[in-house]
T-cell receptor, first 115, second 111 residues
Framework: NAGVMQNPRHLVRRRGQEARLRCSPMKGHSHVYWYRQLPEEGLKFMVYLQKENIIDESGMPKERFSAEFPKEGPSILRIQQVVRGDSAAYFC?????????????FGEGSWLTVV | DAKTTQPTSMDCAEGRAANLPCNHSTISGNEYVYWYRQIHSQGPQYIIHGLKNNETNEMASLIITEDRKSSTLILPHATLRDTAVYYCIVRALYNTDKLIFGTGTRLQVFP
């Protein structure tokens, strides 16, 4: 059973370009979470999605960031007009429908570098 | 979400047991305690979770006090590969059951 798959693993973008990060959840998982980790800092929650539905986006920056989890295909975290401060590791996680005690599993991350 | 308090860092000799404490004195009766770790430049790795009973799996044991206000993660025979940041997280049971990460404990296993 493959784990949470993220791609690309490393992405370099120039300031002002767009970055798209993809996440395929574990088989059977319908819930996806995105986290960001700035250099030398902790993991910060960004957004929680179910298929075709955003459940909690309380951690998403108000501008330039968006996320989706379509009925078919991977979840996408999109960052428009990237700035140097967006350079970070972005981690995706997935779980089965929320019940107490369900485990959330993480991918290996996508490292975004903005030059 | 209940807050957790963990020591900033700990050391452990290779082959010895690593005991990582966590305080969660404001935990609610239906909140679980989760442990994750993050090895440098990798994604967080699930270790174990529990509600009120002690739990054991192939990676570790979790001891939760009877009043549930604190817990201890035990790595029975630490290896150099266990060097990581360990996070104790209390998981809320609301619409969003996201995990909120604190600063964790940086465990250094030395030869």
């Amino acid at each position: 059973n493959a784990g949470v798959m993220q791609n690309p693993r490393h992405l370099v973008r120039r300031r002002g370009q767009e970055a798209r990060l993809r996440c395929s959840p574990m088989k059977g998982h319908s819930h996806v979470y995105w986290y960001r980790q700035l250099p030398e800092e902790g993991l910060k929650f960004m957004v929680y999605l179910q298929k075709e539905n955003i459940i909690d986006e309380s951690g998403m920056p108000k501008e330039r960031f968006s996320a989706e989890f379509p009925k078919e295909g991977p979840s996408i975290l999109r960052i428009q007009q990237v700035v140097r401060g967006d350079s970070a590791a972005y981690f995706c996680a997935s779980s089965t429908p929320g019940r107490s005690g369900n485990t959330i599993y993480f991918g290996e991350g996508s490292w975004l570098t903005v030059v | 979400d209940a807050k957790t308090t963990q020591p900033t860092s700990m050391d452990c000799a290779e082959g010895r047991a690593a005991n990582l404490p966590c305080n969660h004195s404001t935990i609610s009766g239906n909140e679980y305690v989760y442990w994750y770790r993050q090895i440098h430049s990798q994604g967080p790795q699930y270790i174990i979770h529990g509600l009120k009973n002690n739990e054991t799996n192939e990676m570790a044991s979790l001891i939760i006090t009877e009043d549930r206000k604190s817990s201890t993660l035990i790595l029975p025979h630490a290896t150099l590969r266990d060097t990581a940041v360990y996070y104790c997280i209390v998981r809320a049971l609301y619409n969003t059951d996201k995990l909120i990460f604190g600063t964790g404990t940086r465990l250094q296993v030395f030869p």
